[in-house]
């Protein structure tokens, strides 16, 4: 199962390259999380989209004007992703003793059993 977090959204007053409404246009970064039973993971890419609310549109970076892409880097800074490292949970922490129980439990078997 994959989950989208949001790490960093921002209002612009800039003009919308569609509908040069100046209200409307809002920057989002995510980044997705891999979840299972035993750890979570989060990608390593970030996913960035510019969104007009008057027009309702996603405008994309081919449209994006000399400003939009100044505000688009400053935003960018501000984004501070998720680390990327696998994050054990309670249940693999289980799995991982009832292992080494079951290999000391096997050991002291044959150790005793010469």
Not at 17 to 30: K, Q, V
Not at 72 to 79: E, F, G, R
Not at 87 to 107: E, N, T
Request: aromatic share 14%.
């Amino acid at each position: 199962m994959t989950k989208k977090h949001i790490l960093h959204t921002a209002r612009l007053n800039n003009n919308c390259p569609e509908c040069y409404d100046t209200e409307g246009l809002e920057f989002t970064f995510t980044q997705e999380e891999k979840q299972s039973k035993f750890y979570n993971q989060a990608s390593k890419e970030v996913d960035e989209k510019l969104y007009c609310h008057t027009c309702k549109n996603i405008i994309y970076p081919v449209n994006w004007t000399e400003d939009i892409e100044r505000v688009y880097q400053y935003h960018k800074k501000q984004v501070h992703p998720k680390s990327t490292y696998i994050q054990l949970k309670s249940f693999s922490y289980i799995f991982i003793l009832l292992g080494i129980v079951a290999i000391a439990a096997v050991a002291f078997l044959l150790w005793n059993a010469n």
